[in-house]
């Protein structure tokens, strides 16, 4: 089992930064792969960056160039930086485990509200 803890969302004007944080209960090396989703309002949940525990990083066309997924080993913890927001990354954003076996666990999400 994994406990994801998310932290970081909040208001923030177009064209602005967040930095949002993911600590996992367990060591990233016994995951598979962590991810980060985000779902607005009326819509279905979507995939924004997800990365392979050895391999690369895939991210969503809608945020390539903006958005970026890194890590740290040592605390146990994902990151996603975001930076040019759009009005249209407005979301609840998600940090996601995959452990394999089709077993995935979830955080509780962090709201990004991107608004002037």
């Known amino acids: 089992q994994v406990q994801l803890v998310e932290s970081g969302g909040g208001l923030v004007q177009p064209g602005g930064s967040l930095r949002l944080s993911c600590a996992a209960s367990?060591?990233?090396?016994?995951?598979?792969?962590m991810g980060w989703y985000r779902q607005a309002p009326g819509q279905q949940r979507e995939l924004v960056a997800r990365?392979?525990?050895?391999?690369?990083?895939h991210y969503a066309d809608s945020v390539k160039g903006r958005f970026t997924f890194s890590r740290d080993n040592t605390k146990n913890t994902v990151y996603l930086q975001m930076n040019n927001l759009k009005p249209e990354d407005t979301a609840i954003y998600y940090c996601?485990?995959?452990?394999?076996?089709?077993?995935?666990?979830w955080g509780q999400g962090t709201q990004v509200t991107v608004s002037s």
């Open positions: 996601n485990a995959d452990i394999g076996g089709s077993t995935n666990y």
């Open positions: 990365a392979l525990r050895y391999g690369s990083t």
């Open positions: 367990r060591s990233l090396f016994s995951i598979n792969a």
